[in-house]
């Protein structure tokens, strides 16, 4: 069974800095497009960033770029997002999803297979 379980969330203040994991079971994720979305309760989900099967093209929503890395470890069918200089506005449930093969269509949700449970971040001011 394919499981990405995010971790990582949690509190903290404005300014501060959070780093989400996201791991990968039941399948290797290596060649593949990796990306992280978050969504608030009753809005649609929104792209945050993505990450090429070898890490080597990323891709940043505006409202995060500067501030925000996503990051992969194939060893490990892992991704990561090192989030800086939150802002309440960045308060939202964080999803990790990946999508088969390479093509790279970063910041659409359908071109996604699996998705995550997600994991909360609460940022105060």
């Known amino acids: 069974q394919v499981q990405l379980v995010e971790s990582g969330g949690g509190l903290v203040q404005a300014g501060g800095s959070l780093r989400l994991s996201c791991a990968a079971s039941g399948r290797t994720f290596s060649r593949d497009t990796m990306g992280w979305f978050r969504q608030a309760r009753g809005k649609e989900r929104e792209f945050v960033a993505a990450?090429?099967?070898?890490?080597?093209?990323?891709y940043y929503a505006d409202s995060v770029k500067g501030r925000f890395t996503i990051s992969r470890d194939n060893a490990k069918n892992t991704v990561y997002l090192q989030m800086n200089s939150l802002k309440p506005e960045d308060t939202d449930v964080y999803y990790c999803a990946a999508g088969l093969g390479s093509r790279w269509y970063p910041s659409k949700l359908d071109a996604y297979d699996y998705w995550g449970q997600g994991t909360q971040v609460t940022v105060s001011s």
């Open positions: 990450i090429s099967w070898s890490g080597g093209s990323t």
